[in-house]
């Protein structure tokens, strides 16, 4: 099982920049893919950025080329730089850890706001 704790969100102008990270913890934080959800209010929870086990990212396109994540395995920790925000990009972002085995994500943290105000 891992337990993941997201810091890093905040306020911040449009055009300005953050970076979320994400501590988990247990011995075999390199054995799952991880990714970053957000939930804006009055919509459904999406997928922002993934990383697998090997350092492979996917990215939705509404956010490609501004946000960045990265892993470091030796820091059972993982990383989404955000640039360029935009008041869209506000909502709640989650942490997420997803077994290889397992075709879900199936960890998840508690969240942390982030706000672009226009």
């Known amino acids: 099982q891992v337990q993941l704790v997201e810091s890093g969100g905040g306020l911040v102008q449009a055009g300005g920049s953050l970076r979320l990270s994400c501590a988990a913890s247990?011995?075999?934080?390199?054995?799952?893919?991880m990714g970053w959800f957000r939930q804006a209010p009055e919509k459904e929870r999406e997928l922002v950025a993934a990383?697998?086990?090997?350092?492979?990212?996917d990215y939705p396109g509404s956010v490609r080329g501004r946000f960045t994540i990265s892993r470091d395995n030796a820091k059972n920790t993982v990383y989404l730089q955000m640039d360029s925000l935009k008041p869209e990009d506000t909502g709640v972002y989650y942490c997420?850890?997803?077994?290889?085995?397992?075709?879900?994500?199936?960890?998840w943290g508690q969240g942390t706001q982030v706000t672009v105000s226009s």
């Open positions: 990383i697998g086990t090997s350092g492979s990212t």
């Open positions: 997420a850890a997803r077994p290889v085995y397992r075709t879900k994500f199936e960890y």
């Open positions: 247990g011995r075999t934080f390199s054995s799952y893919a």
